[in-house]
C-alpha cells in the first residue's frame, strides 16, 4: 500500500472514530431532567398540582404551580408521600411513594421509589445515573465510557419490608415458589429480559395474575 492509500485510510479512521465519538459524547436527556405534569401529595395531607421534576438519586422533587413561575419549590422525601406525573418521553403515568428503607441495613428514612407492579408480589424501582465502560474498535484505547439509565428493582412484602433484587434469575424464581416453572416457562418463550424495567413488570404481572 503506497502512502497515499495509507492516509487516505488513516483520514477514513480518523473521521469514523470522531463521528462516533461525537454519538456518544454528545448530551443526552433523561426524565428526571423534565418538568412533568403532575401532582404530588405532601405529608401534611396536602396536594400540589402543577409542573414536577424528580430526582431519585438526591430524594427531592422540584415542583411549580405553572410555566409562568420563574424557579420551583424543593420537597424532600421526607415531606412527601406520594407523587405521580405524566412522563412526556414514555407516554405514561407513573407514581411514586416516599418508603422507609435503608441501603446499609441501619435506621431507615424516607426513599422514593416507583411503583410498576402491585399484587402478590409488589415491585418497586428506582433509577439511577452510572458511567459504564463499553469496547469500540473506533474508539482511540479501544473502550470509552458512556453514562446511561439504569434501574434497581426491589420487593415489597405484605409487612411492608423492602428488599433489592440482585439481578439474578435463580433469585427471582425462588420467590415464586411452585408458580417458578411456569413463570420461567413465559420468561423463555417471550426472551424477557430481568435487568429491562418494561420486561421486568411483564414477568411480575404475569406471575400475579397466576392467582387471579
Known sequence: MNF?????????TLSVAFCFFSVVTHA??????FWHDGKIILETGDTLKGLVKYDLQQDVLQYKRNDRQASGEAYSSR???SFEIFDGVSRKYRIFFALPFSNSGGYKTPVFFELLEEGKM????????EYRTYSSPYYFGGSYSRLVLVYRFFFLDEKGNITEFLGKKNDLLARMGNKAEEVEKFMRVNRLDITDRN?????????????E
Do not use: C, G, H
Not at 492509500?5 to 477514513?12: A, N, V
Open 28 to 33: 443526552q436527556e433523561w426524565p428526571s431532567d
Open 4 to 12: 497515499a492509500k495509507k492516509e487516505i485510510l488513516i483520514r477514513r
Open 79 to 81: 415531606k412527601v408521600l
Open 122 to 129: 409488589t415491585l418497586l424501582t428506582r433509577e439511577q445515573l
Open 199 to 211: 420486561e421486568m413488570t411483564r414477568i411480575v404481572d404475569y406471575y400475579n395474575s397466576l392467582f
